[in-house]
């Protein structure tokens, strides 16, 4: 009975990750500059808050499909629900122009915007797990 415990833990935890790793993916995807290379090589504040702001964003309604879900595949739905409204938000909130371009703003490491940028997502994450909390 344990092991069959552990085995539901670990198929549960594997999915979050992997979920996760393919956020971190099609978030990068999705943005319209290079964030991995502005936070590792250009050192970007701005973008590594925004980023951040964006994991954290996913994994509040990840651990909400996780807490309420009533079996594994109400997980796995809930969770790629979860992952597509966080990019969904995203690739909406830097498609901005003007003065309220968040893509300039990232790229000159306004470091306002990405806190702004990870509160939203943050704020988007938190909605999206109330959402799911049947």
Known sequence: MF???????????????????????????????DDYQM?????NTASALG???AIIGLCIPLYSALVHSV???????????AMCIQLIFVFA?????GKYSVERHIKNGDISVGVLMASKSISI???????MSY
């Open 3 to 33: 092991l069959e415990y552990f085995l539901m833990f670990g198929l549960f935890f594997v999915t979050a990750a992997a979920v996760l790793g393919v956020f971190l993916f099609l978030y990068a995807k999705a943005t319209p500059y």
């Open 39 to 43: 936070i590792f090589v250009e050192n």
């Open 51 to 53: 980023f951040g702001g």
């Open 71 to 81: 079996s594994y595949a109400d997980f796995a739905i809930w969770a790629v629900v």
């Open 93 to 97: 909130l830097t498609r901005l122009s």
């Open 125 to 131: 994450g938190l909605l999206n797990a109330g959402s």
